[in-house]
């Protein structure tokens, strides 16, 4: 991911290093920040896209059972002792 932004980056106008960039160290404090950025926020979006799966499984989970659990006492034979 990194090598793919630092392209994106030297694919720019030379204008744009003239006018924005002051030195080479700018460049990689910014790429590395921006990379550290980046991957803070993916690493939150995989976490909760996990938690929101889980929750989605789970409540699958215990629909099948109380539906299971349902068929069960609805189909069960009453007998009357009398």
Known sequence: MR????????RQDV???DLHV?????IIT???SDSLVIQD?????V???????????NIKIVQ?????????HVLKPRFRIS
């Open 30 to 32: 910014s790429v590395s």
């Open 47 to 57: 976490r909760c896209c996990y938690n929101c799966h889980q929750l989605t499984k």
């Open 15 to 17: 204008e744009y290093f």
């Open 64 to 72: 099948a059972r109380d539906f299971a659990y349902n068929e069960l």
């Open 3 to 10: 090598c793919r932004y630092l392209k994106a980056v030297l």
């Open 22 to 26: 002051t030195s080479t160290s700018e």
């Open 41 to 45: 926020v993916l690493s939150e979006k």
